[in-house]
């Protein structure tokens, strides 16, 4: 029975546009443990397309540390990730501050359940979940990043008419 399947789900997903400066915030929800007194270990991991390398960013170890890996190590990079507990087991939620173009890509959160059995650390279950972060640049239009647009259809007064106002684009000032 070791290695069962934990529910793991990133939100926002399956995709997700940001521009680029704002921060991002991306939440791990996890459920079904299968042991009560189990911890948690969970990991983000990043690869700029579904096709390259997965990268281990940063990860809360089952003591609830947090380490990062890498590139993630350097010290510009590790001041703009945070990795938090929201909710004890539960929820865990990665923040990319200041976004920049490099930050677009697949973003996967893994999560191993642990707990001590027979005098040592044993995993019980895992699970992972992925969102793609994209648009992240100060000016789409300027580089081709189409980044969203909103629409908003109003019913006419007359019957099988009706009015279409564009909203608003995604755009940074």
């Not at 680029?20 to 443990?33: D, F, I, P, R, Y």
């Not at 990991?43 to 540390?65: C, D, G, I, P, Y």
């Not at 992925?130 to 992240?136: K, P, Q, Y």
């Not at 564009?166 to 940074?172: I, K």
Request: with cysteine.
């Amino acid at each position: 029975e070791v290695c069962a399947a934990l529910n793991v789900t990133v939100s926002p997903g399956p995709v997700v546009d940001y521009l680029e400066g704002q921060n991002a915030t991306l939440l791990c929800h996890v459920s079904q443990k299968r042991r009560k007194d189990s911890l948690l270990a969970v990991r983000w991991f990043f690869a700029h397309s579904s096709n390259s390398q997965e990268a281990l960013m940063v990860k809360m170890t089952k003591l609830r540390m947090v380490q990062y890996y890498g590139n993630f190590s350097r010290s510009a990079k590790r001041q703009r990730l945070r990795l938090l507990e929201e909710q004890r087991g539960t929820l865990y939620r990665l923040s990319v501050l200041t976004l920049q173009p490099s930050d677009q890509g697949h973003y996967v959160c893994k999560v191993q359940e642990i707990s001590r059995h027979r005098n040592k650390w044993t995993a019980w279950s895992n699970g992972s979940s992925a969102t793609e972060m994209r648009g992240v640049s100060r000016h789409p239009v300027e580089r081709g990043a189409f980044l969203g647009i909103s629409f908003l259809i109003l019913p006419h007064s007359l019957p099988f008419t009706t009015d279409l106002i564009v909203v608003s684009f995604l755009q940074s000032s």
